[in-house]
C-alpha cells in the first residue's frame, strides 16, 4: 500500500516537472536581456558574437532550444553555465547539500520552538503565560527572515562577536570530508570540531529562516491543541486524576498535529525559496545565492536547472508530507 501510494505520487509528478520546465524556459527566454552581450568583451566582432550564440544554441528557435535542452535534461544534462563555464549538474550538485543542510536544520529549530510554545501556551491558557506566548508568536510573525538575519548580524556577529557571520565553515577546519554534506559526515565520523563549526555557521541564517515558521507551528498548533483539550477523552483524563501536562503531551498532541503537520510541510517549501536572500545575506555557499547569481547574470542554463532543483525538492517534500500524514492518522494508513 505504501508504495503505491509513493508510485502513484512520483508519476503525479511527471506533468509538474514538464510544465515547470516548458514555463520555465519560455519565461527566462522572453524576458529582455541578452545574456551573450554580457559575455563579450568591447569591440568583439560579428563572427565571435555568433560562434558565441552557437555554442549556447541561442542562434535556434526558442522550440527547437528546448526540445535539445529536454533531450540533454533527461539524461541528466542541464547544459553549462554561461558565466562559470561549469557543467550546470555539476554546479548544483556541489551547492545543494549546503541548502539541504541548511533547511533541515531550520526546519529542526522551527518545529521544537513552535511545538513548545503551542505547548506551553495551552498548559497556561487564560493566563499570563498564554498571552506572553500570543505576544512573541505575533513578534516573529512580524519580522521577515531576512531582517531577522540582518539583526543576528549586527547583534551576535559585530556587537558580541559569538558566531561567524559569512560562509559555511573554516577552510581549514572541514578539510579531509569525501562528501559536500559537511555536517552529516563529520557528525558520522566524530569529527566533533567540523561538527561544531558548521553549526556555528549555520546558527544565525537556521534561526533567521526558522522564527517566522516556529510562529505559524505555534499558532496553528495551540488552536489544534485547545479544540482537542475539550473534547471527551481529554476531559475524561483529566477527571481520571491526570495532570494538565501529561493530558496534552500524551494525548492531545498527536491528534493535533494533523493540521500542524499539513502548515508544516506547505512552509518548509517556501522556507527553501527563504534560503535565497538568507544565503546572499550570510554568503552561505548554497543553491540561493547561487540563483541569485545566476539570475543577475541572466546566465540560463543555470537558472532553468535551478527551478527543476527547486521543483523537485518541493515534490519530494510533499511527498513525506503524505507519508507523515499516514504515520499520524491510522484511517489514512488502512484506509
Same mark, same amino acid.
Given at each position: %500500500? =505504501?508504495?503505491?501510494?509513493?508510485?502513484?505520487?512520483?508519476?503525479?509528478? !511527471?506533468?509538474?516537472?514538464? #510544465?515547470?520546465?516548458?514555463?520555465?524556459?519560455?519565461?527566462? *527566454?522572453?524576458?529582455?536581456?541578452?545574456?551573450?552581450?554580457?559575455?563579450?568583451?568591447?569591440?568583439?566582432?560579428?563572427?565571435?558574437?555568433? *560562434?558565441?550564440?552557437? %555554442?549556447?544554441?541561442?542562434?535556434?528557435?526558442?522550440?527547437?532550444?528546448?526540445?535539445?535542452?529536454?533531450?540533454?535534461?533527461?539524461?541528466?544534462?542541464?547544459?553549462? +553555465?554561461?558565466?562559470?563555464?561549469?557543467? &550546470? @549538474?555539476?554546479?548544483?550538485? +556541489?551547492?545543494?547539500?549546503?541548502?539541504?543542510?541548511?533547511?533541515?536544520?531550520?526546519?529542526?529549530?522551527?518545529?521544537?520552538?513552535?511545538?513548545?510554545?503551542?505547548? !506551553?501556551? @495551552? *498548559?497556561?491558557? #487564560?493566563?499570563?503565560?498564554?498571552?506572553?506566548?500570543?505576544?512573541?508568536?505575533?513578534?516573529?510573525?512580524?519580522?521577515?527572515?531576512?531582517?531577522?538575519?540582518?539583526?543576528?548580524?549586527?547583534?551576535?556577529?559585530? $556587537? $558580541?562577536?559569538? =558566531?561567524?557571520? +559569512?560562509?559555511?565553515?573554516?577552510?581549514?577546519?572541514? +578539510?579531509?570530508?569525501? @562528501?559536500?554534506?559537511?555536517?552529516?559526515?563529520?557528525?558520522?565520523?566524530?569529527?566533533?570540531?567540523?561538527?561544531?563549526?558548521?553549526?556555528?555557521? %549555520?546558527?544565525?541564517?537556521?534561526?533567521?529562516?526558522?522564527?517566522?515558521?516556529?510562529?505559524?507551528?505555534? *499558532?496553528?498548533?495551540?488552536?489544534?491543541?485547545?479544540?482537542?483539550?475539550?473534547?471527551?477523552?481529554?476531559?475524561?483524563?483529566?477527571?481520571?486524576?491526570?495532570?494538565?501536562?501529561?493530558?496534552?503531551?500524551?494525548?492531545?498532541?498527536?491528534?493535533?498535529?494533523?493540521?500542524?503537520?499539513?502548515? @508544516?510541510?506547505?512552509? &518548509?517549501?517556501?522556507?527553501?525559496?527563504?534560503?535565497?536572500?538568507?544565503?546572499?545575506?550570510?554568503?552561505?555557499?548554497?543553491?540561493?545565492?547561487?540563483?541569485?547569481?545566476? &539570475?543577475?547574470?541572466?546566465?540560463?542554463?543555470?537558472?532553468?536547472?535551478?527551478?527543476?532543483?527547486?521543483?523537485?525538492?518541493?515534490?519530494?517534500?510533499?511527498?513525506?508530507?503524505?507519508?507523515?500524514?499516514?504515520?499520524?492518522?491510522?484511517? =489514512?494508513?488502512?484506509?
Amino acid at each position: %500500500m =505504501l508504495a503505491r501510494r509513493i508510485l502513484l505520487r512520483l508519476l503525479q509528478s !511527471i506533468p509538474t516537472l514538464a #510544465g515547470v520546465a516548458v514555463l520555465t524556459f519560455v519565461l527566462v *527566454r522572453v524576458v529582455p536581456g541578452d545574456p551573450v552581450a554580457m559575455m563579450i568583451p568591447p569591440g568583439a566582432d560579428d563572427a565571435a558574437v555568433a *560562434r558565441l550564440y552557437a %555554442m549556447y544554441g541561442l542562434d535556434k528557435t526558442i522550440s527547437q532550444q528546448f526540445l535539445i535542452w529536454a533531450g540533454q535534461a533527461l539524461g541528466g544534462n542541464f547544459g553549462i +553555465s554561461i558565466t562559470t563555464r561549469q557543467a &550546470v @549538474t555539476g554546479l548544483i550538485f +556541489s551547492r545543494l547539500p549546503a541548502t539541504l543542510e541548511l533547511v533541515t536544520v531550520a526546519a529542526f529549530v522551527a518545529v521544537a520552538l513552535g511545538v513548545a510554545m503551542a505547548v !506551553i501556551g @495551552t *498548559r497556561f491558557a #487564560g493566563r499570563a503565560g498564554e498571552v506572553v506566548v500570543d505576544g512573541i508568536t505575533g513578534f516573529f510573525l512580524a519580522v521577515p527572515d531576512f531582517l531577522w538575519g540582518l539583526a543576528f548580524i549586527v547583534v551576535f556577529g559585530v $556587537l $558580541l562577536p559569538l =558566531l561567524p557571520i +559569512s560562509g559555511r565553515a573554516d577552510p581549514t577546519q572541514a +578539510s579531509g570530508l569525501s @562528501t559536500e554534506f559537511t555536517l552529516i559526515e563529520s557528525f558520522v565520523r566524530f569529527r566533533w570540531g567540523i561538527t561544531t563549526d558548521v553549526l556555528a555557521h %549555520m546558527a544565525m541564517p537556521a534561526v533567521a529562516l526558522a522564527l517566522p515558521l516556529a510562529a505559524m507551528i505555534a *499558532r496553528v498548533l495551540k488552536s489544534s491543541l485547545a479544540e482537542q483539550m475539550g473534547q471527551d477523552y481529554a476531559l475524561l483524563s483529566r477527571v481520571k486524576g491526570f495532570s494538565r501536562w501529561h493530558v496534552i503531551l500524551a494525548e492531545a498532541l498527536r491528534n493535533a498535529a494533523i493540521p500542524t503537520v499539513s502548515l @508544516t510541510g506547505v512552509q &518548509v517549501t517556501f522556507l527553501v525559496g527563504g534560503t535565497v536572500l538568507i544565503e546572499k545575506i550570510f554568503s552561505y555557499p548554497g543553491i540561493g545565492s547561487l540563483a541569485i547569481d545566476a &539570475v543577475i547574470n541572466r546566465d540560463l542554463p543555470l537558472i532553468q536547472g535551478l527551478i527543476l532543483t527547486f521543483a523537485v525538492i518541493f515534490i519530494l517534500i510533499n511527498l513525506a508530507l503524505d507519508l507523515s500524514y499516514a504515520a499520524l492518522d491510522p484511517r =489514512l494508513r488502512h484506509g
